[in-house]
Nanobody
């Protein structure tokens, strides 16, 4: 079994910064892509950013230039540095990681989520 544990959420004023972390633990041989998603009240979960094992990144247009995703493969950890936060960034942020499954494909694991609230 694999577990993902997020940390770093909280309350921040508009224009502020937060850094989210997500550590994977358990039976891990390799982790493929990792990413962050978010879900605001009354809205569907949306992709925020992803990063491949080779550190190729992708960002949603809404966070480009403000958020930075990174990973430490030795620690099985992915990070999300969030700067210039806006009230519309308020959401529960979820970590996602793709690992190999027994059929030769991949399986996506999810964390429990961490709340980010941007408010004055």
């Amino acid at each position: 079994q694999v577990q993902l544990a997020e940390s770093g959420g909280g309350l921040v004023q508009p224009g502020g910064s937060l850094r989210l972390s997500c550590a994977a633990s358990g039976s891990i041989f390799v982790i493929y892509a990792m990413g962050w998603y978010r879900q605001a009240p009354g809205k569907q979960r949306e992709l925020v950013a992803t990063i491949t094992r080779g550190s190729t990144t992708y960002y949603a247009d809404s966070v480009k230039g403000r958020f930075t995703i990174s990973r430490d493969n030795a620690k099985n950890t992915v990070y999300l540095q969030m700067n210039s936060l806006k009230p519309e960034d308020t959401a529960v942020y979820y970590c996602n990681a793709g690992l190999p499954d027994k059929s030769g494909g991949s399986y996506n694991y999810w964390g429990q989520g961490t709340q980010v609230t941007v408010s004055s």
